[in-house]
């Protein structure tokens, strides 16, 4: 005997053709109560042409309802990627999507950012003004010149009492001065104080452009975390979507069985409130996903913070060959903390070296042009010139000051040694952070490796308990643990992916190689 099988279309139920000995009324217990040829029972959901009735000429209401039931069962939109619709879902629940907007990459992040930025834009400023503060002249290498020029007079009344008991007045008498002059002076030796200023001003000048780097390192790390922050939390939308959709087929496969009198309202219900559950948490998990993109935004400076952006990333990569010997070379060498650390030790010495400076003899020099007028309204000079040039140089020394030299060497020397505290400080905290971000950071690559496998169970043990699911075999609160736990495997690798990713950004920043995430460096 030959069965020939064919598909209805638009049909989810498929339709074979068998003949009455295969298909007896005593034998026809289910739906899958049939045998095909090779004695194997037809799957469930087999529509059967032979026009097995009961005796009567119709259908049995068991075969009616069973067909009905495995229709509900059967329907797509249970598999990952397939949605469905409830009407009984409570609610409408609107899309699983994220508003379009500028899709933006790490690189043009930071780009804009380092661009515009406030903080950054100030540590530049003060850089500028580090540079400009580094000239001869406010070394004291170059001579001040001034020029002076000034007018006067006076209006006088004089009464005189001769000896011969005569007597002279003279009122409104006015006479007239002129005064101008250019002077030239010239410091030619201070013990050593100009050069020593003149490495001093260097000095403040490379702390300027480090404190400058630092910014923008501090920003571009920043912007990084915040950037695979947003991606993270992208993802999670996505997953609690996705859960969402579970959701609502489940309530779907519930009323359907509620309405057929499989299941009671209890267990409908008990999926509506699920449903409800992971809806409120997708609602709370777009106003996270608004708040990172606001603070991203924000970092970037951007007119309008609240403006949508979209990471172009749709998962978090990570650098898995990092090397704990390499780090702590480049830390030890690169690492702006460091270096500024070392230059205030540099200037500590420098400053000592202008105090002691004030131990030497000073030798000054000076010349000037001087022009003098003087006009006389009563006098037997009507007015007087005096027009000529003068020049001096001094030597002097500092003898005593009230011990004040002694105090200010005294308070730089131990200027000098907290410096050279607070350089080994800052050595052994970096070193220590360097070393906990590092075990942090191998740590979550083995968490990223056992998080990836657990998924890959957790996947294989909903797609087992759907099926079970389906069949009637498990109930509504074991599916919900079964996909509770996919959900947080998921999450767990979303946020193990974005740990390893933020300890990646720290020991890049740390080990002074976080530029090399700018574009162009």
Known sequence: MKMN???????????????PEQCRPEGFTSPAGCKDPSGKKNPAGITHRCGNTNGAGKPTPVIMFLTLLVTALLSPGLLPGQSG????????????????????????CIVRGLENNFNVLVSRNNQAVSEN??????????????????????????????????????????????AAGVTVGMTLFRGFQVQTTMKKLEELSKVGALNSQMAMENLVARIASEYYHYVEQVSMYHNLAYAVTLSRERVRIDEQRYLLGASSKLDLLQSKV?????????????????????????????EDVGQTILPRDTAISINENLNYSDLLGS???????????????????????I???REYPYLTASTGYNYNYNGYESSTLRNQQVQGMNYGVTLGIDLFDGFNRKREKANARIEMENRQYQYREIEQEVKADLLTIFYGYENNLRLLRLEEQNLEVARENLEIALERYKLGSLTGLELREVQ???????????????QAKIAEISLLQISGKIMDLVPGT
């Open 5 to 19: 099988k064919t598909r209805k279309k638009n049909s989810p139920l498929a339709e074979i053709s068998c003949t």
């Open 85 to 108: 619709n409830s009407a009984g879902a409570g609610r409408t629940m609107r899309a699983a999507t994220i508003p379009e907007g500028q899709v933006v990459d790490l690189a043009g």
């Open 133 to 178: 503060n580094l000239t001869p002249g406010n070394a004291g290498y170059l001579p001040e010149i001034a020029f002076t020029n000034r007018f006067g007079g006076t209006l006088n009344t004089t009464h005189q009492s001769l000896a011969d008991g005569g007597e002279t007045s003279a009122k409104g008498i006015h006479n007239t001065s002129n």
């Open 274 to 302: 699920y449903f409800n559950a992971d809806s409120s948490r997708l609602d709370r998990q777009n106003e996270v996903l608004r708040a990172a993109q606001i603070r991203l935004n924000a970092l970037m400076a951007a």
């Open 331 to 353: 830390t030890l060498q690169n690492n702006t903390s460091l270096l500024i650390a070392t230059r205030q030790q540099v200037i500590s010495g420098l400053d000592y070296k």
């Open 355 to 357: 105090i002691a400076s």
């Open 484 to 498: 509770k736990s996919l959900l947080d495997a998921e999450e767990r690798l979303i946020s193990v992916k974005y």
